[in-house]
Nanobody, 115 residues
Framework: QVQLVESGGGLVQPGGSLRLSCAASGSIINSYSVNWFRQAPGEQRELVAPITSGGTKDYADSVKGRFNISRDNANNTVYLQMNRLKPKATAVYYC?????????WGQGTQVTLSS
């Protein structure tokens, strides 16, 4: 069983930065894609950025040029560096990974934008 634990959320001013971490309990995650999602109050969960096992990245149009996803396989961790944050970034951020037989979600970390 794989566990994903997000951390790094908090309160930040618009224009600020945060780095989120998604730590996996085992190295199996290194063989699969990991995705960052977010869910704002009253909204559907949306895909923010995926990264493949080989390191190929993609981003939602709303965050391109400001967010960077990366992975550290030695530490079984995927990061989401978020820069120039906008008020609409307020949400719970989740990481997700899927193996051949199971889908894993973390518990989420809250990001709140406030001036």
């Amino acid at each position: 069983q794989v566990q994903l634990v997000e951390s790094g959320g908090g309160l930040v001013q618009p224009g600020g930065s945060l780095r989120l971490s998604c730590a996996a309990s085992g190295s199996i995650i290194n063989s699969y894609s990991v995705n960052w999602f977010r869910q704002a109050p009253g909204e559907q969960r949306e895909l923010v950025a995926p990264i493949t096992s080989g390191g190929t990245k993609d981003y939602a149009d709303s965050v391109k040029g400001r967010f960077n996803i990366s992975r550290d396989n030695a530490n079984n961790t995927v990061y989401l560096q978020m820069n120039r944050l906008k008020p609409k970034a307020t949400a719970v951020y989740y990481c997700k990974s899927r193996t051949i037989v199971n889908t894993y979600w973390g518990q989420g970390t809250q990001v709140t934008l406030s001036s």
